[in-house]
């Protein structure tokens, strides 16, 4: 049971480059959201969608993009990477209405240098 | 501006005994709040949560307890285990602010929990 899938799991960016983390769900659930989480910090909304073709911006959401073409995948975009956007970056899902788990999946490592 | 706070960075425990953790908020929007755990190099997982309409709520050796007055919830764990050796985190959402609040989770620093054999 694959649940949240995000790749990759590790990347080094240089300053500049652009780069796209992959989200995948096989849960058939409407909603997904992209966190970032730094050191010593609470994670931090990104972006979320409620269903395909709808997303909506987070706590933190400079210097990303998001789409959702499909139910399943939900890809964030790093433009112009900075060395702000070193982080971990944690991809989510839930079903809709309040008490559905939300789930997350295990992670992407960013380094921009 | 920090709406979940985590106060403690780190609590350590003998195996067997209780473990507390705590946890403010100062939105008074919040109404859903949720714990998660979470082992190095993996994701949050989902614990326990409670929602506003209650002061507490049991899931095996996990109890929520919620003070809205105090804005101030806490998980006590007994008895602990070395594998709940983890970091912990309290997060907060306006879930009935509207339909798509309830997933847009605000989060504490975290607390380190160890579990000492």
């Known amino acids: 049971n694959a649940g949240v899938t995000q790749t990759p799991k590790f990347r080094i960016l240089k300053i500049g480059q652009s780069m796209t983390l992959q989200c995948t769900q096989d849960?058939?659930?409407?909603?997904m959201y992209w966190y970032r989480q730094d050191p010593g910090m609470g994670l931090k909304l990104i972006y979320y969608?409620?269903?395909?073709?709808?997303?909506d911006k987070g706590e933190v959401p400079n210097g990303y993009n998001v789409s959702r073409s499909t139910t399943e995948d939900f890809p964030l975009r790093l433009e112009l990477a900075a060395p702000s956007q070193t982080s971990v970056y944690f991809c989510?899902?839930?079903?809709?209405?309040?008490?559905?788990?939300?789930?997350f999946g295990e992670g992407s490592w960013l380094t921009v240098v | 501006d920090q709406q979940v706070k985590q106060n403690s960075p780190s609590l350590s425990v003998q195996e067997g005994r209780i473990s507390i953790l705590n946890c403010d908020y100062t939105?008074?929007?919040?109404?859903?709040f949720l714990w998660y755990k979470k082992y190095p190099a993996e994701g949050p997982t989902f614990l326990i949560s409670?929602?506003?309409?209650?002061d507490k709520n049991e899931d095996g050796r996990f109890t929520v307890f919620l003070n809205k007055s105090a804005k101030h919830l806490s998980l006590h764990i007994v008895p602990s285990q070395p594998g709940d050796s983890a970091v912990y985190f309290c997060?907060?959402?306006?879930?009935?602010?509207?339909?798509?609040?309830?997933?847009?989770?605000?989060f504490g620093q975290g607390t380190i929990l160890t579990v000492h054999p």
């Open positions: 849960m058939n659930h409407n909603y």
């Open positions: 409670i929602s506003s309409i209650k």
């Open positions: 939105n008074s929007m919040f109404d859903y």
């Open positions: 969608s409620v269903g395909a073709g709808i997303t």
């Open positions: 989510a899902s839930s079903g809709t209405g309040v008490g559905n788990t939300i789930y």
């Open positions: 997060a907060a959402s306006a879930a009935n602010a509207g339909g798509t609040s309830y997933g847009k989770l605000t």
